[in-house]
């Protein structure tokens, strides 16, 4: 401590010696929001774009989206040959299932697919909003589509699967680029641990999307066919349940409402008595069509179970 009040501390020579610290370097700091303070050895230096380089294979499209999940800004594709017709196809409609990844570049022996959205700019809260928005909404037109026998509605909502796809995986993204960068997690404000909770919940919230989805299929496979209207009662009385009980789970995680979390798990009573309902009723409906049905009733339950998982990450409001 020096005279005037000023406090020194030393740094591991091991450490300054591997990030090139030397006398008078100048190094970033930052205090967190529990008190501890962050020594960055990058001060005022722009992030580098990490680049990654495969070779086309039968497994194109997962090392693609491995590579994006994983971070990497530039995805370089290359080969001794050239990239086929086929190759290329299958290059652009993967990159079109991953947001912010475009084709740059393209030549006969290669393709350069760079991911141009800046993850300081995407608070994951907001992307976990806007995929729940999607599966809420499609979530709630399977089950209209189902009652009306409406087949057109049905074909949007199996569409609408690809866009809560896309923004499941950009979320992961960005919060395995959160998990690799203190910095960032600082300035977003979302820390380790919270990643791994916003990663199940949108995995959670991707799932009720394809069960959504199947839903509508479903309904296609039914070709307009129009249920009952005592079926549809009841029917209706089981999706009520469960479009509440996903609704305000989402909602209950990212306000940290516990009291609201635990109102879901206890609606269970309640929903295998909706749900033993619509299953009876099911059962005495004509041959072609009891089965989808009886399929629908199973698929609405596991979107409540989706739904009370949850509301189980919800963790209570911490002071600091």
Not at 283 to 290: F, K
Not at 292 to 299: C, E, G, K, P, R
Not at 300 to 317: C, E, G, N
């Amino acid at each position: 401590m020096t005279r005037g009040g000023t406090f020194f501390i030393s740094l591991p020579k091991e450490w300054a010696g591997k990030n090139g610290i030397k006398r008078s370097s100048v190094v970033a700091t930052s205090e967190t929001a529990d008190g501890r303070l962050l020594v960055d050895p990058r001060y005022d230096v722009e992030p580098i774009s990490s680049t990654v380089v495969i070779k086309p294979s039968p497994h194109l499209e997962r090392e693609i989206i491995g590579k994006y999940l994983l971070g990497y800004d530039i995805i370089r594709i290359e080969t001794k040959d050239r990239i086929s017709p086929e190759e290329r196809e299958k290059i652009k409609k993967t990159s079109s299932r991953l947001i912010g990844l475009e084709v740059i570049e393209e030549d006969y022996s290669n393709m350069v697919l760079q991911c141009l959205l800046e993850a300081s700019a995407l608070p994951p809260e907001r992307i976990l909003r806007r995929e729940e928005s999607i599966s809420l909404s499609m979530h709630r037109d399977a089950m209209t589509a189902l009652i009306n026998g409406d087949t057109h509605i049905a074909e949007s909502v199996v569409q609408r699967d690809n866009e809560v796809d896309r923004l499941y995986f950009l979320l992961v993204r960005l919060l395995r680029t959160i998990i690799q960068n203190p910095g960032l997690s600082e300035k977003l404000e979302v820390y380790p641990i919270d990643c791994l909770d916003h990663r199940l919940v949108a995995s959670l919230i991707e799932s009720i999307g394809d069960l959504s989805s199947q839903i509508a299929e479903h309904v296609v496979q039914l070709d307009g066919l129009k249920i009952g209207r005592d079926l549809s009662e009841r029917v209706l009385a089981l999706h009520k349940i469960v479009y509440d009980a996903h609704e305000e789970s989402v909602v209950s995680f990212l306000s940290r409402n516990i009291t609201m979390a635990e109102s879901i798990r206890e609606r269970r009573t309640d929903f295998e008595r909706a749900y033993r309902e619509a299953e009876s009723a099911s059962n005495v409906q004509p041959a072609e069509s009891a089965p989808h049905l009886l399929s629908v009733a199973s698929i609405i339950s596991r979107m409540y179970d989706h739904a009370v998982d949850i509301s189980d990450l919800t963790m209570p409001k911490t002071i600091h």
